[in-house]
């Protein structure tokens, strides 16, 4: 009886020393860069900024993924345009939600303006890898 009682208590204490311990998504440490086609995105602990071919941005809180992977965070856009900025030229920006999906160092990221409610686009990224932007001039 006292065996048994040891071996519960035993797996009893494994179990919540372990419950700790899941390999959830959030996890995984997402800082650095992260490239694609017509965007890169420079990931911290508590932010990131974004370049685009046209325009750039940040976000402005830690990105959390759920244990799916799937995170939204907010931020803002500016649009940029080619040729010279005025001096006197008021930034076209505006507040964003950035949704997206990650699996492994793939990133799915779908940019929403939220002021006009526009979905800008969905970009595919990848960790590590330089992005392939083409700047307005």
């Known amino acids: 009886m006292i065996k048994l009682i040891l071996n519960i208590s035993l797996l009893l204490i494994v179990w919540i020393f372990c419950s700790g311990c899941s390999s959830s998504i959030s996890q995984i440490d997402l800082t650095g860069k992260w490239g694609g086609e017509h ?30 992977g799937r995170f939204e965070v907010s931020g803002v856009h500016v649009f940029e345009h ?29 940019l929403v303006i939220t002021d006009t409610d526009t979905v800008i686009d969905t970009f595919s990224l990848s960790s590590g890898v330089d992005p392939l932007i083409y700047k307005c001039l």
Do not use: F, N, Q
């Open 82 to 110: 080619g040729g010279p900025i005025r001096i006197d030229e008021i930034p076209d920006e505006h507040p964003a939600l950035y949704k997206g999906h990650i699996v492994g160092k793939e990133m799915t990221l779908i």
């Open 39 to 68: 965007i890169g995105i420079v990931v911290s602990d508590s932010s990131a900024t974004l370049e685009y071919d046209c325009a750039h941005g940040t976000i402005d809180e830690p990105i959390i993924p759920d244990d799916e």
